[in-house]
């Protein structure tokens, strides 16, 4: 089995940075696959946030976190970071880290149980 193990959610103002975290453990987890981050709020579908690469050389971004988020991997302990700056009402989110061997934007096998990221205006 794969576990994603997601932290750094919390309450910031409009403007301010997060920091997420998801490490990645597990027997089947192999270091190969791509790892990111979807998000969802009441109501509406999951959608894309940011992945990465096993090499961590490809990081694909939704338009609306362009040049905001940045998406990093440590693949020596099996870890991602999204380093959330500029925040905006808009980005309150469930956010969900996700991996499995599919690339770039496409929802993988495996999900995190997910953290609460809320940015008040």
């Known amino acids: 089995q794969v576990q994603l193990a997601e932290s750094g959610g919390g309450l910031v103002q409009a403007g301010g940075s997060l920091r997420l975290s998801c490490a990645a453990s597990?027997?089947?987890?192999?270091?190969?696959?791509?790892m990111g981050w979807f998000r969802q709020t009441p109501g509406k579908d999951r959608e894309f946030v940011a992945a990465i690469s096993w090499s961590g050389d490809n990081a694909y971004y939704a338009d609306s976190v362009k040049g905001r988020f940045t998406i990093s991997r440590d693949k020596a302990n099996n870890t991602i970071y999204l380093q959330m700056n500029s925040l905006k009402p808009e980005d309150t989110a469930v956010y969900y880290c996700?991996?499995?061997?599919?690339?770039?934007?496409?929802?993988?096998?495996?999900w995190g149980q997910g953290t609460q990221v809320t940015v008040s205006s």
């Open positions: 996700n991996s499995g061997p599919r690339r770039g934007t496409i929802p993988n096998t495996y």
């Open positions: 597990g027997r089947t987890f192999d270091k190969y696959y791509t």
